[in-house]
């Protein structure tokens, strides 16, 4: 697994639960470091090892905390790249969802060993879509359920998300857009701000 994608599930825990409850998960895990490295890879076993143990440190099921995790990616401060990322996809939510297909191909061009599992885009009519999560990476539906939801708070839309399950071997998730613009959505410059 990529150190980005295990970087960002530290991050997560320290920037919601504090370092300790990240302690707490390393150790349970078996790991024998606390820092994971954001540009080198690691076996696929450590990151199950740390989600598992993340899971019973929280008490909950895997797909929630993916979720979180998901809406933390979008949300939170310290991961604004990934926020400026996404909503090069358009000036509305709609324009974003028919932009998740090419999703995996930026993140290549951002990180060119970081690979995405596929994702496909499919209008239902009336407002309803549905996007299948490919099989690369377990359990990448649910996060995307997380980034879903926190983009249609920073566009200002209102949805309804529903994971449908495994499809063929691929994570559905039902996308119904209730309202384009429910709310004031989060404001968003193309042009980076020089510190």
């Known amino acids: ?3 980005l994608v295990n970087g960002a599930i530290q991050s997560f825990v320290i ?3 504090g370092r300790e409850r990240w302690t707490h ?3 349970a895990a078996g790991l024998g470091f606390a820092e994971f490295e954001a540009m080198l890879t690691y076996d696929d076993a450590l990151t199950e090892a740390v989600l598992d143990a993340l899971c019973a440190e929280l008490c909950r099921e ?3 905390v993916l979720e979180d995790l998901g809406t933390y990616l979008v949300s939170h401060p310290a991961v604004e790249a ?4 996404l909503r090069f996809g358009g000036e509305t939510y709609v324009d974003f969802l028919l932009s998740l297909d090419d999703l995996p191909d930026r993140a290549r061009l951002a990180v060119s060993d970081l690979h995405l599992p596929a994702l496909e885009l499919r209008e239902q009519g009336a407002g309803r879509y549905e996007l299948s999560c490919g099989p690369d990476l377990p359990g990448f539906g649910c996060v995307m359920m997380g980034i879903l939801r926190a983009m249609a708070d920073d566009y200002g839309a209102l949805v309804m998300l529903d994971h ?3 499809r063929d071997g691929v994570e559905v998730i039902v996308i119904t857009l ?3 613009a429910f709310a004031k959505g ?3 410059d193309l042009g980076a701000r020089a510190g």
């Open 62 to 64: 895997r797909g929630e």
């Open 178 to 180: 209730i309202e384009m």
């Open 25 to 27: 998960v390393t150790e």
């Open 164 to 166: 449908d399950g495994n």
């Open 1 to 3: 697994m990529h150190g």
């Open 186 to 188: 989060r404001a968003f």
């Open 15 to 17: 920037n919601t639960y």
């Open 82 to 85: 990934l926020r400026r990322l």
